[in-house]
């Protein structure tokens, strides 16, 4: 049985002869090549090799021909901030500087960046059919609030049929995209969805189930498999993307895989996830990534689960952890002593947090994933920058990724348990929901008149 067998196989809830594994390479692709994100990210031929030497290197049932959600955005004129180690981050918002969504025009195969992923992935096809090709497609709700920026948290509230229009014209987006991928030889769609963790699930109902639901209806007739993939604490909304009828659902690390499992076969979904990103893949052993591998396949089970990270690869990832889950994935006796070997993995120590607070200020800390690569996160970071503007006297923020293991410290030494979260003076405020600026600032207000200081408007 090959890796694109397996894949369609796991996706129908049929038998197969072992758990398939999915390593979703994005930029770290970029690393094999040793060139930067940018360089990679703006060459097909660079693709395609990258994506070629992750299929040699680490043999997976499937593979992303890239993981980037900034390309639909940047086609209708988000301007983008470019990194060496991160896929582009956007930094404007069409829709809130003046342009009208009857302006947007739907983007073609040879707009922006669209054409060089797409003969990146007729490319690869060519070379290894039998791997199971991904491509990703950004959902239609992270897509409006590229456009629109975060006033769409407003908006929802204040100005709903607008904001069902935009949502409209996203999906129409998302519809053409996932048929160029389907044309060009993808296998599955996977429809990238970030930014409704920040959504409770009747606003999901309401805003985004209707395009979902309608754009996995389009991969189905296509003949392609689908994909709802979501990262961050949206454990609330995993029935209702179930009920949009995708193929699969696919998790990180924030929500428990037992809880998918049974919501997704329940609804008779197959679902993927969740080895950990940072703790695991980019700062663990080889041995420590097996164990957490071993563990996600033990309770994900034979029967619809895919073997993933929980989201995009980072870029430094030691390829030496990813060939230990390849080799442990395909080998049972390996997977037997791995299950033996005694989990003596250190613990990570808590912080002396005494000097990190101030008398004569409000202490806010920010712990993401990483701002420049992770959605949610940026959008929050942005978010406080928004409420603290003009008081940076009295407040003072900072960002804490645990891509870094200072991050990792940070956010056990705070308890945060979900990304992205805000805390304020050391109470969790916000967990994973990003907070209109008015409500952060009536929440700064209460820290401050605690310390008999006052915010200035």
Not at 5 to 32: C, S
Request: some cysteine; overall charge negative.
């Amino acid at each position: 049985m090959n890796g694109l067998e397996r894949i369609q196989r796991t996706f129908r809830l049929q038998a197969t002869d072992r758990i398939p594994w999915i390593p979703f390479v994005g930029v770290h692709a970029g690393k094999l090549l040793g060139v930067s994100a940018a360089e990679y990210l703006k060459s097909s031929d660079l693709i395609t090799k990258g994506v070629i030497k992750a299929i040699e290197l680490y043999r997976p049932d499937g593979v992303p021909v890239g993981f980037d959600l900034q390309i639909e955005a940047e086609a209708l004129g988000c301007q983008l901030a470019w990194a060496d180690q991160n896929p582009p981050a956007v930094v404007s918002h069409p829709l809130a500087e003046g342009v009208r969504l009857e302006d947007l025009e739907l983007p073609s195969p040879e707009s922006g960046r669209i054409s060089i992923f797409m003969q990146a992935c007729k490319e690869i096809k060519i070379q290894h059919p039998d791997v199971a090709l991904y491509g990703l497609v950004t959902g239609p709700f992270t897509l409006a609030l590229h456009l629109l920026g975060t006033d769409i948290f407003i908006k929802m509230m204040e100005e709903p049929q607008s904001i069902e229009q935009l949502m409209d014209f996203c999906n129409q987006v998302a519809i053409r995209m996932a048929s160029y991928y389907i044309n060009a030889g993808c296998d599955v769609i996977a429809v990238v969805d970030p930014m409704t963790s920040q959504i409770d699930p009747v606003s999901f109902e309401m805003f985004v189930a209707p395009h979902a639901t309608k754009l996995f209806k389009h991969i189905r007739e296509k003949g392609a498999l689908s994909s709802f993939f979501v990262c961050g604490f949206a454990q609330q909304n995993i029935e209702v993307m179930c009920q949009c009828k995708p193929d699969n659902v696919s998790i990180d690390e924030n929500i428990p895989l037992d809880f998918v499992k049974d919501v997704a076969l329940a609804n008779g979904v197959s679902f993927g996830g969740n080895i950990k990103l940072t703790v695991s893949l980019l700062m663990g052993t080889e041995e420590d990534c097996q164990k957490d591998a071993l563990t996600c396949m033990d309770i994900g089970g034979t029967k619809g689960f895919i073997l993933a990270p929980g989201c995009d690869l980072a870029m430094d990832t030691p390829m030496e952890n990813l060939i230990a889950i390849s080799d442990m994935v395909a080998d049972p006796y390996q997977q037997d002593i791995v299950r033996n070997l005694q989990n003596d993995t250190a613990e990570i120590e808590e912080l002396d947090l005494t000097s990190h607070w101030k008398e004569d200020k409000v202490i806010i800390d920010i712990i993401t994933l990483d701002s420049s690569s992770c959605a949610p996160c940026q959008y929050m970071v942005e978010a406080v920058k928004a409420a603290v503007k003009g008081n940076e006297a009295k407040v003072e923020w900072k960002e804490h990724r645990i891509k870094e293991h200072k991050g990792i410290e940070m956010m056990v030494s705070l308890g945060v348990k979900n990304l992205p979260t805000i805390v304020i003076d050391g109470n969790i405020e916000f967990i994973s929901q990003i907070p209109a600026t008015h409500t952060l600032r009536d929440k700064i207000c209460e820290h401050l008149q605690g310390k008999s200081l006052e915010l200035i408007n």
